[in-house]
């Protein structure tokens, strides 16, 4: 393990475990642990408990695989949204992002993730099949507009080509990408909202 001297099974075992997380490296695991041990047994409980049961109780909207309380997210619940537009995003934390600027009033897809074949992420792991259902419902009686809201990296531009390919010869659908201001290499998530604003004025 680099940079780490601790000596203690427990400990080392723990740090992997925490290691699975996105952009945690050794250290950061050790700090979370650290921090961990700090608290009361009954708090650590409670936390085991929540990620014990994360799969079983927490649910995922079956138009658009936002994260929701029923069965329906209150994006596709709500009938003043503008159902002419889908942007599609990797991520529900992306989704998240968009919806904070205040910007878009139309509806949205979430892949699961990016095309990333070492990941194990394929197109079939990915909501491409539910994507492609959707746009032939939504297209039944109108022209839409599907804005591509990949993340501006190898991953997310590899999975914004699939998504063309997939998409482009389709009748009714417009294909828009997020515009510039997004720096290459960068992460939706991460962008402020004035980043993101521009980004989605400046599509195309
Ligand atoms: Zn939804």
């Not at 909501?127 to 109108?142: I, P, Q, S, V, Y």
Request: aromatic share 4%; proline share 2%; charged share 30%.
């Amino acid at each position: 393990m680099r940079n780490l001297i601790i000596i203690n099974l427990k400990f080392r075992q723990t740090v992997r475990l925490f290691q699975k997380l996105p952009s945690v490296g050794p250290r950061q695991a050790a700090r979370f642990i650290m921090a961990l041990l700090d608290k009361d047994e009954s708090e650590l409980k409670e936390l085991g408990q929540a990620i014990a049961n994360l799969k079983r109780e927490i649910k995922f909207c079956h138009e658009c695989f936002n994260i929701s309380e029923n069965n329906l997210c209150h994006v596709c619940m709500d009938n003043k949204r503008d159902n002419s537009k889908l942007l599609v995003v990797e991520k529900v934390t992306d989704l998240d992002s968009i919806e904070k600027t205040g910007l878009y009033k139309g509806l949205y897809h979430v892949l699961g993730g990016a095309i990333n074949p070492l990941d194990g992420a394929t197109p079939e792991t990915l909501k491409f099949l539910e994507l492609a259902r959707r746009t032939d419902k939504l297209t039944g009686d109108k022209d839409i507009e599907l804005i591509i809201a990949t993340n501006p990296s190898t991953t997310g531009e590899t999975t914004a080509l699939y998504i063309r390919d997939l998409l482009q010869n389709r009748k009714g659908i417009t294909l828009t990408r997020l515009g510039r201001g997004l720096a290459s290499g960068s992460n939706l998530e991460h962008a402020d909202e004035l980043t993101l604003k521009h980004a989605l004025e400046s599509r195309k």
